[in-house]
């Protein structure tokens, strides 16, 4: 079995124990994360509650995680940016993007500035105004767990794509451990 991603165990009642490598996993749904587990052979042992079916026991692995977000050049820059009594360090908004702990920014799925269209975990698509950043944001990006965008012409490296019309960045990555 190919366990290389986080596999996530189910069955009928959703409760048991499960053990890896003799550390016990989560009790109701357990999730083995990728670093549990070692390249080659793993014994993966499970104890069932009393009354349940372990042939209803099965096994899905996840191989990566969509991530979206999308934020307009008018929403205020992030909290964390904020000083106490002297208000914004950074006017600029910022888009932030971050995977799971052990998970990387693989590959970008989308990325739109201008009036892109759609909702994150459904599906994004350019909207009338569109500048493709895709290249930009994978510069920015790639490889990290995590990463800030500020949502600006100038860092972007695009020019005006619709002047006088408000603006936002849409960005859906994938993340893989």
């Given amino acids: ?9 189910r069955n009928g009642k ?3 124990d499960g ?7 989560l009790r109701y749904r357990p999730q083995i994360a990728g670093e ?31 991530i979206c977000s999308h934020v307009s050049d008018s929403d205020l ?27 990387r920014i693989a590959s970008v799925l989308f990325a739109s500035f201008g009036t892109p269209r ?6 994004f698509y350019p909207g ?9 944001v994978e510069q920015m990006c790639g490889g990290k767990q995590g990463c800030s965008i500020p949502v600006s012409t100038a860092t972007l490296g695009v020019g005006d794509p619709c002047p006088n019309v408000r603006k936002s960045l849409a960005v859906e ?5």
């Fill in 1 to 9: 079995m190919d366990l290389s991603g986080d596999t996530h165990m």
């Fill in 14 to 16: 959703g409760r048991g």
């Fill in 19 to 25: 053990r890896v490598r003799d550390q016990l996993l």
């Fill in 36 to 66: 549990e587990v070692q390249p080659g052979e793993n014994l993966l042992v499970i104890h069932e509650e009393l009354g349940g079916d372990p042939t209803t026991i099965s096994f899905v692995t996840r191989k990566g995680q969509r």
């Fill in 77 to 103: 820059p992030p909290v964390d940016t904020w000083e106490p009594s002297v208000g914004f360090g950074s006017t600029t908004p910022q888009l932030g993007l971050k995977c799971e702990t052990g998970w």
């Fill in 118 to 123: 759609g909702n994150c975990g459904a599906s």
């Fill in 128 to 136: 009338i105004c569109h500048a493709n950043v895709s290249s930009t």
């Fill in 173 to 177: 990555i994938l993340c893989q451990n």
